[in-house]
Every structure is written in structure tokens, then in C-alpha cells.
T-cell receptor, first 115, second 115 residues
């Protein structure tokens, strides 16, 4: 069973700080990763995707991928109370032929940004 | 507006009474999927569909049926609901299920309670 794992938290940071969310995955063949944000009672929304080793920046968000260590992280700079949500890491499950069509989600990390 | 819609949004039913949750997308996406979300268990995939007439099991398919007769619709059928199917259900779609850019767009969710 391919797995994607996250610390469920909660991760609490003060307003203005950098929040660091981490995700590890078991399938060494995984090529793409997604970070979704989910507010309580709402549907997940995609905030970042990353396919290559290194950093990808989008506004206050930076995704980092290290395939050798099999982890992907999400940094949120200048954290705001409105960033308080659950952040889900996801990766497509793969077999010998490529992606299977299944998407594996981590359990999510709850982030609390305190004013 | 590009979107995934689900109906109903809330449903309370009794054990054994067949029900259908509808899902529709207007983005001409090939791939559609159903997830359930439970506290502490994250998002788990029930069924997915690569294209019309093509469906496959996710990680938790027991007790559910799906069909994909049209590209835009992917209904979830519970033939004989049981209390352990009480959950928050999400439908999602993406352009392709096989490409690495498997960015999925989620519907608003259906909260189902089975008494």
C-alpha cells in the first residue's frame, strides 16, 4: 500500500511567522505532489503542485520537494489567521506503467495561526 | 462558471434505504472520483473513473456503486446504506487521471447521516 504521511498537528504559529508543513511518501517512483487547503466543513482546494526537485514559490507559499529523501513540504510565510485550516498532501499512486488513476492523500495537518 | 456540483448537500436517511448522490462537472474532464472523509482518517478514495464507461475501485469501495454513462456525471449509489457509511462525501474531477498534473477539483461535499 503506497502511503503519504503527515503529522496531524495541530501546528500552532503566531501571526507573521513562517509555518512549515511536512509530508513524506513511500513510493519512490512518485513524480508529482499536491498541497490542498481545507477549511472546516469545506471542500479541499488546490494551492500548490510540484513536480521537480527543489523549490516552487507562489506568493506567500513555497513548496519544496526532495525526491531522494522522499519528502515534500509547504512553507507559508507571513502566516495570517485566515491561513488556519487543514493542509492535505497528495500524490498519485503509480504502478509499473505509470499513474494508476488513484490519488493518495495524507491525513492532513491542522494549522492554527494565532493573532 | 467551471465547477463540480453535488446533490444533495445534506442527507439524513435510515439503514437499508437506497440512495443516490449525484455529481456533475462542466469542465469536460475525463476523470472523476468519489472520496469519503472521516475524522482521523483523512480523505479516502471510494471509486474513480478514467472516462465514460470506465470505473475502478479505490481504497474503500465496499457498500458503494458508481456508473459513468456520460462524461459530465458520476453518481454514487448506496444500495443498502449502513451507519458506518455516515460521512462527508466529496466528488472530484480532473482533466486526466493518468497525467502527472492530476490536479483535482472538488465539489462542495455531501454530508450523509445513516440512522
Amino acid at each position: 500500500q503506497k502511503e503519504v504521511e503527515q503529522n496531524s498537528g495541530p501546528l500552532s504559529v503566531p501571526e507573521g511567522a513562517i509555518a512549515s508543513l511536512n509530508c513524506t511518501y513511500s513510493d519512490r517512483g512518485s513524480q508529482s505532489f499536491f498541497w490542498y487547503r481545507q477549511y472546516s466543513g469545506k471542500s479541499p482546494e488546490l494551492i500548490m503542485s510540484i513536480y521537480s526537485n527543489g523549490d516552487k514559490e507562489d506568493g506567500r507559499f513555497t513548496a519544496q520537494l526532495n525526491k531522494a529523501s522522499q519528502y515534500v513540504s509547504l512553507l507559508i510565510r507571513d502566516s495570517q489567521p485566515s491561513d488556519s485550516a487543514t493542509y492535505l498532501c497528495a500524490a498519485p499512486a503509480r504502478d509499473g506503467s505509470g499513474n494508476t488513476g488513484k490519488l493518495i492523500f495524507g491525513q492532513g495537518t491542522t494549522l492554527q495561526v494565532k493573532p | 462558471e467551471a465547477q463540480v456540483t453535488q446533490n444533495p448537500r445534506y442527507l439524513i436517511t435510515v439503514t437499508g434505504k437506497k440512495l443516490t448522490v449525484t455529481c456533475s462537472q462542466n469542465m469536460n474532464h475525463e476523470y472523476m472520483s468519489w472520496y469519503r472523509q472521516d475524522p482521523g482518517l483523512g480523505l479516502r478514495q471510494i471509486y474513480y473513473s478514467m472516462n465514460v464507461e470506465v470505473t475502478d475501485k479505490g481504497d474503500v469501495p465496499e457498500g458503494y456503486k458508481v456508473s459513468r454513462k456520460e462524461k459530465r456525471n458520476f453518481p454514487l449509489i448506496l444500495e443498502s446504506p449502513s451507519p458506518n457509511q455516515t460521512s462527508l462525501y466529496f466528488c472530484a474531477s480532473s482533466l486526466s487521471g493518468l497525467a502527472d498534473y492530476n490536479e483535482q477539483f472538488f465539489g462542495p461535499g455531501t454530508r450523509l447521516t445513516v440512522l
